[in-house]
């Protein structure tokens, strides 16, 4: 979460006026698609979590920043709006990320109460939700939601601002990655926890530092948004700069693969980007901007 706009809109500029003579990497073939659709809603003002919808690629999940309402947004990828519920319980502290994975034949949404600018919080909280059916032709969704279950923690070497949390239900883990410290740390969790406190254990360290060439400004290295491909295949990092992919073996762990080097896609060409998600297929990757650039911006194989 980042409020100086004005900072971002200049270190955009900078940054994409470098990466014109710069040619990344496009791993298995994802290229960066001239965005064609903008989020049609002003009820989303900080788009700060966005997962793919498991009951329907056609559709997103979006939630706000830190203050809102415990709200989940559902859209179109077109962008059209299909209304949104409350989750019951829920409090909207500084929600930063968002995840959908299916476990024993249910579709879930796993929201992440992580961000912690001072990084003080020690009662950090990930709340996750059957995923509500679409709502009919004409209609737009309303009502609430409730929380299938709740996972208070802790980070194992003290308090982290995180910004980037995903599940991978194939093997029952949550993976998170801190934003501010230098480099960012990957750390793991139980998706089902059987007792508490729960303990986000450190992993290894990762990296989405720019290209040689580009300038390194304040935060342009700090992850903002993550996802895992659904077979496992690779995992996605976002942040103020670009996209951060961190393809994996059958016989990697997830600390293994994120302990190597990225490969870097074109630049996102966004404000502030802090959401990245994966298609069911995992051939598209779906990103938004937290705030005043209201674009859908694909990459596709």
């Known amino acids: 979460m980042i409020r100086k706009r004005t900072f971002y809109m200049i270190l955009l500029w900078i940054v994409a006026g470098v990466s014109l003579s710069l040619r990344a990497e496009e791993a298995g073939?994802?290229?960066r698609?001239?965005?064609?659709?903008?989020?049609?809603?002003?009820?989303?003002?900080?788009?700060?979590?966005?997962?793919?919808?498991?009951?329907?690629?056609?559709?997103?999940?979006?939630?706000?920043?830190?203050?809102?309402?415990?709200?989940?947004?559902?859209?179109?990828?077109?962008?059209?709006?299909?209304?949104?519920?409350?989750?019951?319980?829920?409090?909207n502290v500084d929600w930063e990320d968002l995840s959908s994975f299916e476990l024993d034949g249910k579709s879930y949404l796993l929201i992440a109460d992580t961000g912690d600018n001072a990084s003080r919080r020690e009662d950090c909280v990930l709340y996750v939700v059957e995923e509500p059916a679409r709502p009919g032709a004409g209609e737009k969704?309303?009502?609430?939601?409730?929380?299938?279950?709740?996972?208070?923690f802790r980070f194992e070497d003290g308090p982290r601002d995180c910004e980037s949390v995903a599940v991978d239900a194939r093997v029952g883990k949550i993976i998170l990655v801190s934003k501010r410290t230098k480099p960012p740390v990957v750390y793991e969790m139980p998706?089902?926890?059987?007792?508490?406190?729960?303990?986000?254990?450190?992993?290894?360290?990762?990296?989405?530092?720019?290209?040689?060439?580009?300038?390194?400004?304040?935060?342009?290295?700090?992850?903002?948004?993550?996802?895992?491909?659904?077979?496992?295949s690779m995992g996605v990092l976002v942040s103020y700069y670009g996209v951060f992919l961190f393809p994996r073996s059958g016989k990697?762990?997830?600390?293994?693969?994120?302990?190597?080097?990225?490969?870097?896609?074109?630049?996102?060409?966004?404000?502030?980007?802090?959401?990245?998600?994966?298609?069911?297929?995992?051939?598209?990757?779906?990103?938004?901007?937290?705030?005043?650039?209201?674009r859908i911006v694909e990459y596709r194989r």
């Not at 720019?210 to 700090?222: D, E, R, S, W």
């Open 29 to 31: 073939g994802f290229i």
């Open 191 to 232: 998706l089902r926890p059987k007792d508490g406190p729960v303990v986000a254990k450190r992993l290894t360290e990762t990296t989405v530092a720019p290209p040689k060439g580009v300038p390194m400004l304040p935060y342009i290295a700090q992850p903002t948004g993550m996802d895992l491909a659904r077979d496992g």
């Open 141 to 152: 969704l309303s009502g609430t939601v409730k929380v299938a279950w709740k996972i208070p």
């Open 252 to 294: 990697e762990s997830w600390g293994e693969a994120f302990a190597k080097p990225p490969v870097i896609l074109s630049p996102h060409g966004m404000a502030q980007a802090e959401s990245v998600a994966f298609s069911m297929d995992g051939k598209t990757l779906t990103l938004v901007s937290e705030r005043g650039d209201k």
């Open 33 to 91: 698609q001239e965005p064609a659709a903008s989020i049609a809603s002003a009820a989303v003002a900080e788009a700060s979590g966005l997962a793919v919808s498991s009951r329907d690629a056609g559709f997103m999940w979006i939630v706000n920043d830190s203050g809102a309402q415990a709200d989940l947004h559902l859209f179109g990828t077109d962008g059209v709006d299909h209304g949104q519920v409350r989750v019951e319980g829920a409090v």
